[in-house]
């Protein structure tokens, strides 16, 4: 069913918000790895920081099917989105991105080096994560 503009103004407003992206992948022995993480979309992908020596980034780089989940219970409002990961390793280049994730949750701006040697040193990389469909196709709670 076609999601209606309404509807997708809700769900555009929905991924702006201050919430967490539930993240799954799936471990080696074939079990789910989830967590729950903040996220910047851009409306083409979601993007999430990590860094190299967390399990999901070992997981996404063997294998990179993901499980998204978006939940607003006091709005009784979900989304359940299926996707692929790509892992983002130039820093400096996703700079922009990583940024967009700290303003989005209010942290304090950093200045453009200390920000970059920040992020370098903890080894973070950027999941980018790219919807496998357009999300009229997305199974969607609450946003009639």
Not at 66 to 78: C, E, I, S
Not at 79 to 108: F, H, N, Q, S
Not at 110 to 139: F, K, N, Q, Y
Request: hydrophobic share 40%; proline share 5%.
């Amino acid at each position: 069913m076609e999601m209606t503009e309404a509807a997708s103004n809700n769900l555009d407003a929905f991924l702006a918000g201050q919430r967490n992206l539930i993240v799954a992948g799936t471990r080696a022995d074939g079990r789910a790895h989830v967590t729950p993480t903040w996220f910047y979309w851009d409306g083409e992908r979601f993007y999430v920081s990590t860094t190299r020596g967390r399990l999901k980034y070992k997981i996404f780089s063997r294998d990179p099917r993901a499980q998204l989940v978006l939940d607003d219970p006091a709005g009784l409002r979900a989304v359940v989105i299926p996707a692929t990961v790509g892992i983002r390793e130039d820093t400096a280049a996703e700079l922009p991105r990583y940024r967009a994730i700290r303003e989005k949750y209010g942290m304090d701006e950093l200045g453009e080096a200390e920000h970059l040697e920040s992020l370098t040193g903890d080894g973070r990389v950027l999941l980018a994560i790219t919807p496998d469909s357009p999300s009229c196709t997305w199974t969607c709670w609450g946003f009639d």
